[in-house]
């Protein structure tokens, strides 16, 4: 089963963006996820315009960049910082801008955290229609996350009717953190997918840095999500998403990448046979 390929920027952060493109292409991806967290301009500091024709020429599109911070405790600060980054993916042909949610404990009780959820995606929803793009939504596993379930946000998408502005990221790290649940395909745009190994680990204990590529010691369950997903319709990008340092030091990242797409494949086409 061939998946739809895309590669996160998180996951070889020491790449520059010409780079990032030339891996991307050589592992057959449909796109890439840029980050403007990284420590470093977007682009490399290049124009957004030329961006966009760079990728065009690799054939690749740039799926989202990343990321409006604690988009969920809206201000006019927070607009003021999301239409920056409007303005820069529009000019860039992105798809889309991801959205993430406070994620430090605060803005946590049943009541609270759905209406501030509701005022930003209804403040976004005409923004993102301005620019023609799409608003990634990412609920976070964590505990402390202000947004741990996606069943939240489908309602509040719903409700306002924006299914066409709003969409899901499905990472399988935090579904399995959240205690899995619905997978929403029709409201899912992008999956990110990354394996955590370490058999010494409880679920509380998680946290990105544990989070490599996937392999047949993977304790997130990928696999089934993956295939839980597709069964129901998906067929969307599936993006590498790895924060682990050995990951981060790979000074030639393709072979164990390829390695990791291939696998997903392979066992996704040995399930459905």
Not at 218 to 230: A, E, F, S, T
Not at 249 to 258: C, E, G, I, N, R
């Amino acid at each position: 089963m061939k998946l739809t390929r895309a590669l996160n920027h998180a996951t070889t952060p020491m790449l520059r963006f010409d780079q990032l493109l030339d891996l991307a292409k050589s592992l057959g991806c449909a796109g890439v996820e840029l980050r403007n967290d990284l420590g470093g301009a977007l682009f490399d500091g290049a124009a957004a315009q030329d961006a966009k024709a760079h990728a065009k020429s690799a054939g690749l599109d740039i799926l989202t960049i990343a990321e409006v911070k604690a988009f969920n405790d809206w201000s006019d600060e927070k607009a003021r910082e999301a239409e920056a980054l409007l303005t820069i993916a529009a000019q860039s042909g992105a798809k889309a801008i991801s959205l993430i949610p406070r994620n430090d404990g605060y803005g946590l009780g049943n009541g609270e955290r759905q209406a501030k959820l509701r005022i930003a995606l209804r403040e976004l929803k005409p923004m993102l229609e301005a620019h023609d793009l799409i608003g990634l939504v990412e609920p976070l596993g964590f505990e402390h996350c202000s947004m741990q379930y996606k069943s939240e946000a489908v309602e509040i998408i719903e409700a306002l009717r924006a299914e066409d502005r709003i969409k899901l990221v499905h990472d399988t790290f935090h579904h399995h953190l959240a205690g899995g649940g619905p997978v929403f395909p029709d409201h899912t745009a992008i999956v990110h997918v990354s394996g955590v190994i370490d058999t010494s680990l409880s679920i509380l204990e998680m946290a990105d840095v544990h989070r490599g590529l996937v392999d047949g010691a993977d304790r997130l369950g990928n696999l089934p999500q993956i295939k839980d997903l597709m069964s129901q319709g998906y067929s969307g990008p599936v993006s590498i998403e790895a924060f682990a340092p050995d990951v981060h030091a790979l000074t030639d990242p393709k072979p164990k990448l390829s390695r990791s797409f291939a696998f997903i494949e392979a066992s996704l086409s040995e399930q459905a046979a």
